[in-house]
Structures are given as structure tokens and as C-alpha cells.
């Protein structure tokens, strides 16, 4: 199984940034996608999933901001990240879930600066 994250990047605070995960190696569309994130210093934490069923969750503190989407045809979740800001920096996994079955992407880095 492979979750490929792309996408991240340098960014301004106030700008936006879309990470994609596009998986191989295991049906898509029967697992529950996800976003996480790891700041310097700091646990990793949850930002948002996308279940296999529709259901979107996303973090109390990033609603408003931040929205997720998957294509099961492309297999693949993205993470539309807008209004940007500094406390946002971190290394951003991709997840995918299934039962007692889950994977991790490796990370893709966003770093919001002016």
C-alpha cells in the first residue's frame, strides 16, 4: 500500500494550498480517508476525514478554514487549506482506515511564512 502526498509548500499566512493522496495498493473507496498533522514540538493531530460513506469531519479549530474531498475514481483525498496561518506549519499525512487496517502517507511539508 502507498499514499503518495504532494502538494505542499511555502505559503504566505492568508494564502491557500491544496494537498492530494493518491493511494495504490488497496481499494479506496471501502476505507476512511484522512488528513493529519504534525507540527514542530507537537503531537501529531487530526485535521480531517472524509469517510468511505461521505461523512466529513473536520478539526473544531480549522472549520471555516480547511475542507476535504475524495475521488474514488482517482483515489484520491485532497485538502483544500485556505486563509492560512503561521500556526498551520507542519508536516501533513495522509491516512487511510479500514477496521483494524490503517496506512500512512509519508508527509508532505507546509510551511506558512511571510
Known amino acids: 500500500v502507498q499514499l503518495q502526498a504532494s502538494g505542499g509548500g511555502l505559503v504566505q499566512p492568508g494564502g491557500s494550498l491544496e494537498l492530494s493522496c493518491v493511494s495504490s495498493?488497496?481499494?479506496?473507496?471501502?476505507?476512511?480517508m484522512g488528513w493529519y498533522r504534525q507540527a514542530p514540538g507537537k503531537q501529531r493531530e487530526l485535521v480531517a476525514t472524509r469517510t468511505r460513506v461521505g461523512r466529513t469531519n473536520i478539526a473544531d479549530s480549522l472549520k471555516g478554514r480547511f475542507s476535504i474531498s475524495r475521488d474514488n475514481a482517482k483515489n484520491t483525498v485532497s485538502l483544500q487549506m485556505n486563509s492560512l496561518k503561521t500556526e498551520d506549519t507542519g508536516d501533513y499525512y495522509c491516512h487511510a482506515k479500514r477496521g483494524r487496517w490503517e496506512f500512512w502517507g509519508q508527509g508532505t511539508l507546509v510551511t506558512v511564512s511571510s
Open positions: 495498493g488497496l481499494v479506496f473507496r471501502d476505507y476512511d
